[in-house]
DNA sequence: GTCTATAAACCGATAGAC
DNA sequence: GTCTATCGGTTTATAGAC
């Protein structure tokens, strides 16, 4: 039954890029030789060109593919009313996505600048409206008065930035389970914007006397 | 006068980890080739292991000597009174110091995974050296009442993943003055970590109850 | 679909002339 | 101190047998 060679392209091709993923994160794109991919899947490097047209476009499809799923999930994720829900919403959806992609992750911010321009700059763009999603939310609980926030733009980048942190220490099996690690990050973000309570109070007193 | 050869030691070879850096940075460790370094310098590939002994030591210098400047900067850094005043200063100092050497701070992350074990557990040690000095400026507050943080490791992660990601967008001619940015990261630092005033209420109103 | 073999170029590092 | 030349090995990608 063993047999050397054979039809597996529907196979094969899934396991070239799980290999390449799984390198690309653990070495780095440049330190990843196309054989040493090929070994990992357990076929020469000459075969790994019927499944990628070159090892550029193995790393852009990993990238642009994760970029994909981050924008589909947030975009299937059930929406609760009002921004401080929402943000909770966010952030718990950030970090528990992001924890269950290790690698996608890791290489979607080291091996950015391995892409040729027109890849990096769609991969750009994917990211860019992800982060709107957020600033979206940051906005209307600005308008709405529920969060304090100086500079949307910028607090969308530093509250993202935050929680892409947690990817760098968390292990599954450490001292915090996973629903902690995103409850008190979720209470970080939200301290961090919230309008403070007495911000609140002083703002409804001179509602009220503007009323008189 | 011109000349192609001639004593150049003492002005070479800082211009090799110049350029080492400046292409580490932008291309990668594993992209830059010792040919490209020397070209940047304008000397032969092999004139440049008459400052280092191989490519590795050329990074481990690098970030070691970028550590070393972190920890002696805060050090030097002048400190005020009481956690809260503390946490400003570190934030503010955070900011300035790694917006000003953008390149050591990008290889510094992005790099640490190309260095021999040895090498990078020394920069790991000195990297949790500096995070313990916040670390333990949360604590003091912590313990003092006046910061309300669920557990100090992971805020301490998680402030400074929030502060490093400003380089990652900040441009020194952008909207935002380097002041600026800074008042902003560290209201979001101070908001994130202080003990809301209806709690401290709470905590007070509390204490005179145990007091009678 | 996978293999072997190979082209053409590049790599880090060293030797020895000047 | 810098050069040129080179060793021994690697790289991406392709050609052609099976």
Known sequence: MARKTGSHSDITGPRVRAAALRLFAAHGFAAVSMRQIAAEVGVQAGALYLYTPDKQSLLFDLLREHMQEVLDAWAAEEKPDGPINQLETFTRFHIRFHLERPEQVFISYMELRNLEQD??????????????SLEAILKRGQDEGVFDVDDTKLTTLALIAMLNGVTSWYKPDGRLSLSRVETIYSDMAGKAVRMPRWKERQRKLEAGRAAE
């Open 119 to 132: 890849n990096f700059k769609a991969l750009e763009n994917m990211r860019r409206q992800y982060e709107n």
